[in-house]
């Protein structure tokens, strides 16, 4: 008999983005390994992204129960509000009054994020349907991390083995100290997030920097399982361009001046990059960045192709010349591993990566060499290896072979969760 096991998750189809997608593709390889998932999900969310495509991956075998949850700010039809509530916050010097006001309130008020109302109707809901369904573990993923409370309730009523995935830090996150906090506001986060992470079983973490920051505060025992590819390489021709493919959104405090100055330098020296030049960015980019494209002279290079279904990324991976993976120059943004990484990796394309210092990105690229990383301050190396690639480009050399790669692969990192929940469930 299947162990069963409730996830609780606010992204699933069709929600687009990174953040459906390792639970959606974990979910199906855990069936393979005894372990059968339900999923409990909002039947009314407001996703940034939609992806219907990805309804197509959900596996038949998986049980999915919808209940209705109330976001305050989902009445707001306004783009600026859609980027606050996710989390991206505009510079002091470019905020409204109104986005202040925004600020505050869900920085202050909904603690600790705006979903904070679907909590005490899921424990109503939940704690009958894990008696009533023999639920033998629940496990809760963040952010958005007031769905941690759920588990934590949970666990209080029924002593139900639970996991806490954090896909993100809770106080750590990137944009936690931009919410305008005041004292009472950030000691009650902080205690929410030590009371989560003392209460689970187990703490799951998709990052060392993170396995190593919540390990020296908390007894509870942390895993790290790390987010994944599975796609399938297909032969594909590579584009005629010197082509560089930013995958994802592009905010503001992840503007890479570097490699748009160094870009124009190398295109100035000749006209041949400059003709053979295409940036293509597929998600949403700031207005800042295509601002300072347009000063660097590169605007007739740029591509902008906004959002595209997932399935439709990946062959824009595989013929792209260069990926392009970019992070904000901060301490917090150092324990961020995106998702895309492991797609970009498993494409076999070369990977310029710009990002902190002391950041795991770094380690992963230079483990697997699957590219070169970059501080912000290193322009005069990132000109090099451009300068380096396009001559491999121009003599149709510009290739890489990645190693080590198959521990990414979500097969594999499903067979690592699957074991520590029969473990615990035993």
Not at 80 to 88: A, E, F, S, T
Not at 233 to 262: C, Q, Y
């Amino acid at each position: 008999m299947k162990t069963k096991a409730l996830i609780i998750t606010y992204y699933w189809p069709p929600s687009g983005g990174p953040g459906v997608q390792r639970w959606l593709k974990l979910s199906n390889y855990l069936l393979e390994n005894n372990i059968k998932p339900v999923i409990y999900t909002p039947s009314n969310p407001k996703y940034p992204f939609l992806d219907n495509s990805l309804l197509n991956d959900i596996n038949p075998e998986i049980e999915v129960i919808k209940k209705p949850i109330f976001e305050p700010f989902s009445f707001l039809n306004n783009k600026r509000v859609d980027r606050i509530r996710k989390g991206g916050i505009p510079k002091n010097k470019d905020q409204s009054l109104f986005d202040k006001f925004l600020i505050y309130l869900r920085g202050n008020l909904l603690i600790p994020d705006s979903r904070i109302f679907w909590i005490k109707p899921s424990v109503n809901f939940l704690s009958k349907y894990v008696l009533k369904k023999d639920v033998d573990i629940i496990i809760t993923t963040g952010p958005p991390h007031s769905l941690h409370l759920i588990g934590l309730y949970l666990k209080s009523k029924l002593n139900i083995t639970w996991f806490a995935d954090f896909r993100d830090p809770w106080t750590g996150i990137n944009y936690h100290n931009k919410l305008k906090l005041n004292l009472y506001s950030k000691n009650k986060h902080l205690k929410l997030e030590k009371k989560v992470l003392n209460s689970c079983d187990r703490i799951i973490v998709t990052s060392n920097k993170l396995l190593n920051e919540y390990s020296k505060i908390t007894r509870t025992p942390v895993s790290l399982i790390t987010n994944g590819f599975d796609f399938i390489k297909k032969e594909t021709t590579l584009d005629n361009k010197f082509s560089i493919t930013h995958i994802g959104s592009l905010l503001t405090e992840r503007n890479p001046k570097i490699l748009w100055k160094a870009l124009r330098k190398i295109a100035l020296k000749g006209k041949n990059l400059k003709n053979d030049l295409v940036i293509n960015f597929i998600g949403e980019v700031s207005s800042n960045i295509k601002e300072d494209i347009k000063n660097n002279c590169l605007e007739k290079n740029a591509v902008y192709h906004n959002y595209i279904e997932y399935n439709d990324t990946i062959p824009n991976l595989l013929k792209s010349q260069i990926l392009l993976l970019i992070e904000a120059d901060n301490d917090e943004s150092s324990f961020v591993i995106p998702a895309k990484i492991f797609e970009y990796i498993n494409s076999s394309r070369p990977i310029i990566a710009i990002g902190p210092k002391d950041s795991e990105i770094k380690q992963i690229i230079n483990k697997t060499k699957s590219g070169k990383y970059f501080l912000y301050d290193e322009y005069e190396k990132l000109l090099k290896y451009i300068e380096d690639s396009y001559q491999l480009y121009k003599i149709k050399k510009l290739k890489i072979k990645p190693i080590n790669i198959d521990q990414y692969h979500r097969k594999n990192l499903a067979k690592k969760l699957s074991d520590l929940i029969l473990r615990e469930t035993d």
